[in-house]
């Protein structure tokens, strides 16, 4: 199956979840995140600030807030290029490229990950074998081939896990881990 023809599977089983399903589904994703040892360890998370029918990441942002831990959310500088910048409050961000929360440009507040850095990834399905089908623009697969360091944790709601082997180029970068609301994945 084309990835095209997955992506707008995967994206119609999420936007049709019901909200109650969607909100007690959020709750255990973030609380297993949240209590996590690769969140507790780390000083830096990495997250995508969610939107549309993403698995909201505004519990997990708050507490690691809360935690003390630095945090650090994308912005688009490009075709496929993206950088992280460090926020104090998700009340710093702004509508930018493709409708999603970003924060402002400032080259003194670029992050970089290291071996004590979490970074949560979306994606519209997740495999046994640890492959994400994105969204197709590559934006992680490239920011992970040039940042290899940090822990990968995909975060999905249970509906799109399938234990069937995803279509994956050389170029897609598996995670490391990955958690729904009916499972912790981790990669051997």
């Known amino acids: ?7 707008r599977k995967y994206r119609h089983l999420r936007d049709n979840l019901s909200s109650d399903k969607r909100h007690q589904a959020e709750t255990i994703i973030a609380d297993r995140v949240i209590s996590s040892d690769e969140f507790n360890k780390c000083d830096t998370l990495f997250t995508f600030v969610s939107a549309g029918s993403e698995v909201s990441t505004s519990t997990i942002i708050q507490k690691a807030l809360e935690a003390g831990k630095k945090l650090a959310v994308p912005l688009v500088t490009g075709k496929h290029d993206m950088c992280f910048i460090y926020i104090n409050s998700p009340e710093e961000l702004k509508e930018g490229k493709f409708g999603i929360l970003e924060p402002a440009y400032d080259e003194r507040n670029i992050a970089e990950p290291d071996e004590n850095s979490l970074l949560l990834i979306p994606g519209l399905a997740f495999d046994a074998t640890m492959n994400r089908l994105g969204y197709g623009g590559g934006y992680y697969d490239k ?11 995909g975060i999905c709601f249970h ?10 180029d050389p ?18």
């Open 143 to 153: 920011y992970l081939s040039i940042h290899p360091e940090p822990f990968k944790l």
């Open 171 to 188: 170029t897609d970068i598996p995670v490391d881990m990955f958690i729904t609301e009916n499972l912790v994945k981790r990669g051997v």
């Open 159 to 168: 509906i799109q896990y399938t234990q069937e082997h995803l279509p994956h």
């Open 1 to 7: 199956m084309y990835k095209s023809t997955l992506r």
